[in-house]
């Protein structure tokens, strides 16, 4: 009796290391990048989640030449650019990231005018009759968000779950330790 209860709670042990080696969280590095027009501003949106936890990635976000942003992040980075808009923007994201290259992201992306120009009325002289003509504007203006798709026939890149091998490795030799350990323990009880 005393070994089936010895081998249950080996049973029970080896399926709690199971489900914690299950249980690892997936991440993956996730950007986010968005522009668009909001009310008469031009607004850029910087999201970027599940990087390396190290502050040993490094981000530049620029308008055209002038640089917006230049620093280092660790497992997350957030914030928000507003720009004038009276006219275009194009904005660049640069992200190294720390543990490898296949996750560093470079995007470009614009907005039109955000500024709507009203139409512009041309009044007759005050000799004529008074009355106002609308003349419609030469512009414009449509919001913009730009995010590149993958070339064609490019399969997506692998995402990273954050998980490490290592530690599937471990839960897997425990397992097995734990079988084996199970299994010893009952044979000597029987003998």
Request: net charge positive; glycine share 6%; hydrophobic share 40%.
């Amino acid at each position: 009796m005393p070994g089936r209860v010895l081998g249950a709670i080996a049973v029970a042990a080896t399926a709690g290391l199971t489900v914690l080696a299950l249980a690892i969280p997936a991440s993956a590095h996730t950007p986010d990048v968005k522009a668009s027009c909001v009310k008469d501003e031009a607004v850029l949106t910087v999201n970027f989640k599940a990087y390396a936890p190290k502050e040993q990635n490094t981000i530049l976000v620029k308008d055209g030449e002038t640089v917006l942003e230049e620093a280092k992040f660790g497992e997350k980075f957030s914030k928000t650019f507003k720009k004038p808009g009276d006219v275009e923007h194009t904005f660049t994201i640069v992200v190294k990231a720390y543990d490898s290259s296949k996750y560093d992201y470079k995007n470009t992306v614009k907005t039109e005018k955000c500024v709507k120009t009203p139409p512009q009325t041309v009044s007759t002289p005050p000799s004529q009759t008074s009355s106002s003509v609308p003349v419609p504007s030469s512009e414009t203006t449509a919001p913009s968000t730009t995010v590149p798709a993958p070339p064609a026939g490019a399969e997506p890149p692998l995402a990273a779950t954050g998980a490490s091998t290592t530690w599937t490795l471990l839960a897997g030799l425990g397992l097995v330790g734990a079988g084996a350990a199970a299994l010893i323990l009952v044979r000597r009880k029987r003998a």
